[in-house]
Nanobody
Framework: QVQLVESGGGSVQAGGSLRLSCAATGNIFSLNNMGWYRQAPGNQRDLVAYITTDGSTTYGDSVKGRFTISRDNAKNSVYLQMNSLKPDDTGVYYC????????????????WGQGTLVTVSS
C-alpha cells in the first residue's frame, strides 16, 4: 500500500525553526511533482511550496525567503525547512504527490499524507 507519511511538526515560538519530512512508502517506482500545503483552522488548504522532479521550486508569497523545499529522490522523500516562523504559519501541513507510479505499474494521482500539526506561538 502506497502512502505519504509526514513528520516533524510540533510547537515552536515565533522566530523558531522546524523541518518537516514526508516519506513515500510502499512499492514505489517513481514520484512526480511534490508539494507542501497548509490548512489553518477555518481556512482552505493553501499551497506552501512545490518542487518538480527536476528540482524546480515554487513558494507561496507568505513563505518566500523563509521556507525551503527539497527532495531526495533516492529516499522517495520531500522536506520543508521552515525558518523565522510566525504565528500565521500555524496549521496542519500536508504533503502531496501529484503522481506516483508503483512497481506494479499502478498510477496514483493526487496522493495526500495525513498531515502534521505546526503551532507557532507569539
Amino acid at each position: 500500500q502506497v502512502q505519504l507519511v509526514e513528520s516533524g511538526g510540533g510547537s515552536v515560538q515565533a522566530g523558531g525553526s522546524l523541518r518537516l519530512s514526508c516519506a513515500a512508502t510502499g512499492n514505489i517506482f517513481s514520484l512526480n511533482n511534490m508539494g507542501w500545503y497548509r490548512q489553518a483552522p477555518g481556512n482552505q488548504r493553501d499551497l506552501v511550496a512545490y518542487i518538480t522532479t527536476d528540482g524546480s521550486t515554487t513558494y507561496g508569497d507568505s513563505v518566500k525567503g523563509r521556507f525551503t523545499i527539497s527532495r531526495d529522490n533516492a529516499k522517495n522523500s520531500v522536506y520543508l525547512q521552515m525558518n523565522s516562523l510566525k504565528p500565521d504559519d500555524t496549521g496542519v501541513y500536508y504533503c502531496k504527490a501529484d503522481l506516483i507510479i508503483t512497481r506494479t505499474a499502478l498510477t496514483l494521482h493526487d496522493v495526500w499524507g495525513q498531515g502534521t500539526l505546526v503551532t507557532v506561538s507569539s
